[in-house]
C-alpha cells in the first residue's frame, strides 16, 4: 500500500531528502518544477498556447517561478508570470528563485492590489499560489483574486494543491477554492484529493515523482493508504492443481425480494464470476425461474428454511441486504446471521435494519463487512457534516467493534478493524448506475467464502469492481453492473498471473 502523507510528514519527507542528498532547499524546488514540467508539457505540448504563471510569495509560488523558466527553455513563448504578495511577506526561497528569472527577459508583472488583475480567456493558467498546509480560509484580496481566476475562461493547472484547498481535514465548502482543471501534485497525492467535497477544487489529478525517499515514505505512520496493483498481486490467491469447487468456499446470499429479484441476480452473478466454489441463493420462490434462466449454476434454497444456527453451518460465508426489503422477515434474518458464527457482509436492507434498530448494531460480531453508502452510513450513526467525520467516526467504530466498514464512493475507503483507511483507486463515472453495490456486495461475499481475510475480501473486491469498470470504461460511456460482473473473471486472471 503506499502511504498517504500528512503535510508535516510531506515536509519530513522533503528535509529527510534533503540532508540524505546533501542538496539544498533551492535544489529540491528546481527538481519538483522540472517533474510539473514534463508532465505539463505532455498535457499541453502547443507551445504556442498563452501561459500565464500565478505566483505567491512562498515555496510554492517558487516553484511557479522555476517552472516559468523552465517552460521558456522548452520552447513556450507566451509567457506571462504574475508576483502576487498583496501582504509584501515573500519568502526566502521566492526572493532567489525570482532573481534568477529576472535574468530571462520574461514578461513578469506584479500585483500590488488586486486592481492589477488583467485575466484573458483562453490559454492557460498556472496556478502556484499557495501549496499544501493552509488550514484557514483565504479572504480579502486573496479570495477575490481566486474568483477572478476561476472566471477567466482559461485552463487551470495547479502546482501540487489548489489554492484554498487543506491537504487533509474537514474540507469546508464555504472557502475560497480555486477550480483546477487539472492539479499536478508531487510525489504523492494530497489525502483529500479523494474526498467527495474536493470536487469543487479539481477535475483530475496527476503525479510528478520528484525523487522523495520512498524508504522513509512507507515507514511514516499514517492512517490513509492507497491500493496499488502490486498490493492485490500479493493478495490474490492462485488456483492450484487439484483444487475443486469445495476448495473456494460455499457463499450464502440471502437477498431480493418479489419486485427487487435483479439485485440477488447480480449479487449471485458477482459472487460466481468472483470464484466462490459453490453459490446459493435464498430468493423468494418467484425468483426461481429468472434464477435458473439467466444463472444455472447458482443453487437454490427458500428463506423459510433458514431457521437456526443449524441451517447456516454448511456455508462458508454469508451475504444478506441487496434487494432484499424492508420487512419484519428480514430483521428476523438479520437477528438470525448476527448469532451464526460465520464470516458475514451486509449490505443495503440489511443495514436498513441495524439503522432502525441500534441494539442490533451493537450486536454486530467481529470480521463483520458492513457496505453502506453515504445515506446508509449516516442512517447508522447519525447525521455528519463531512466526508472526513464520517471517516473519524467509521475508524471508531471498526477498532470498537473488530470489523469493517466499505464506505462507498468514486474512491471507495475499506475502514479496517485497526482503524485504518485503504482508499480505493480504481473505478470511474460511467459506473453510476443502479446495481453496482449488489455486484460489489457479490465480489467481496465470494473472496469471504474462499478464506480471505475481512480486510483483504473488501480491500481486493473494491479494487476488482473498480478495476472491471475501467477495462469497460476503454471504449464505452456507460456501464451496466451485469457486464461489470462478467468482466471479473478477466480482471482476476490479469492480478493471477
Known sequence: MQQLLTTEQMRAADQHTIRREQITENDLIDRAAGAFVRLFAVEYPDHNIPVDVYCGPGNNGADGL????????????????????????????????????????????????????????????????????????????????????NQSGAHIVSVDIPAGLPSEGVINPDWSVIEAELVISFQRPKINFFFPESAAALSRFIIADIGLDEVFIQQQQGVFHLVTKNDLIQIIKPRKRFSHKGTYGHALIIAGHEDTMGAALLASSACLYSGAGLTTAAIPSSGLTALNTALPEVMYVPAQRLTDNASLQSYSAIGAGPGLGKSTDTLEIVRLLLSAGKPLLLDADALNCLAQEKTLLEQVPAGTILTPHMKEFDSLFGKHASWWERIETARIWTKRKQSVIVLKNQYTFTIDEHGMVFINPTGNPGMAQGGMGDVLSGIILALLAQGYLPAEAAITGCYIHGKSGDKLATNQATIRASELAAGIPQVLFELAK
Open 66 to 149: 522555476v517552472i516559468a523558466g523552465l517552460l521558456q527553455q522548452m520552447g513556450y513563448q507566451r509567457l506571462t508570470i504574475y508576483l502576487c504578495d498583496f501582504a509584501g511577506k515573500a519568502g526566502a526561497a521566492f526572493l532567489v528563485k525570482l532573481e534568477w528569472l529576472r535574468k530571462k527577459q520574461l514578461n513578469i508583472r506584479s500585483l500590488d492590489t488586486i486592481a492589477d488583475v488583467k485575466t484573458a480567456s483562453g490559454g492557460v493558467i498556472i496556478e502556484a499560489l499557495f501549496g499544501s498546509g493552509l488550514n484557514k480560509p483565504l479572504d480579502g484580496e486573496w479570495s477575490e483574486l481566486i474568483r477572478l481566476i
